[in-house]
């Protein structure tokens, strides 16, 4: 298994420049979501979805936007990117959401905006 | 969300074991107790979780104080390789869609 897997590691976009950021997983694993992390800091939960079809908002939804038509992918929409979205993005998988499940993570992408 | 509080920084020595302390003091009866840690540019990784009991695994022991209020996440014998920010996390027992990440300790491991 490739576990989870992001593309692309490293992105620079300009302000008001859109990207997707790609996550999937093999391991049929209905729970996906995305985090970011900050420089020093812990991270903080943006988006998550407990099935295809199904998504809802974290902790610090605004600016970005998220569909899952698939099980196997989640992507981050991030439709016009700002300075303050400059972070390293995490997306993560788990087989449920009971709180004994460990999740998974993927290698991060690692955002810069100008 | 019960909150955990976990020392900035500590040091351990190449093949000495490593105790990492976690407080966890408004702990719920129905939260588990997780440990993460996140190796230098890469995502987290899972450790090692429990809920009342000590755990064992390959990567390490989990102890849980008999009041719920404090764990400790012991590493047997460092290796280089262990340095990283450790996060611990407590999580509901039946439904919970994140991991609230403090700041975590991080292990610094000398040679």
């Known amino acids: 298994n490739a576990g989870v897997t992001q593309t692309p590691k490293f992105q620079v976009l300009k302000t008001g420049q859109s990207m997707t950021l790609q996550c999937a997983q093999d391991?049929?694993?209905?729970?996906m979501s995305w985090y970011r992390q900050d420089p020093g800091m812990g991270l903080r939960l943006i988006h998550y979805?407990?099935?295809?079809?199904?998504?809802d908002q974290g902790e610090v939804p605004n600016g970005y936007n998220v569909s899952r038509s698939t099980t196997e992918d989640f992507p981050l929409r991030l439709l016009s990117a700002a300075p303050s979205q400059t972070s390293v993005y995490f997306c993560?998988?788990?087989?449920?959401?009971?709180?004994?499940?460990?999740?998974?993570f993927g290698p991060g992408t690692r955002l810069t905006v100008l | 969300d019960a909150k955990t509080t976990q020392p900035n920084s500590m040091e351990s020595n190449e093949e000495e074991p490593v105790h990492l302390p976690c407080n966890h003091s408004?702990?719920?009866?129905?939260?588990?107790i997780h440990w993460y840690r996140q190796l230098p540019s890469q995502g987290p990784e899972y450790v090692i979780h429990?809920?009342?009991s000590n755990v064992n695994n390959r990567m390490a022991s989990l102890a849980i104080a008999e009041d719920r209020k404090s764990s400790t996440l012991i590493l047997h014998r460092a290796t280089l390789r262990d340095a990283a920010v450790y996060y611990c996390?407590?999580?509901?027992?039946?439904?919970?869609?994140?991991?609230?990440f403090g700041s975590g300790t991080r292990l610094l491991v000398r040679p």
């Open positions: 993560a998988s788990s087989s449920g959401l009971a709180g004994g499940l460990e999740q998974f």
């Open positions: 391991m049929n694993h209905e729970y």
């Open positions: 979805s407990v099935g295809a079809g199904i998504t």
């Open positions: 408004t702990i719920s009866g129905t939260d588990y």
């Open positions: 429990g809920l009342t």
């Open positions: 996390i407590l999580r509901d027992v039946i439904i919970n869609y994140k991991l609230i």
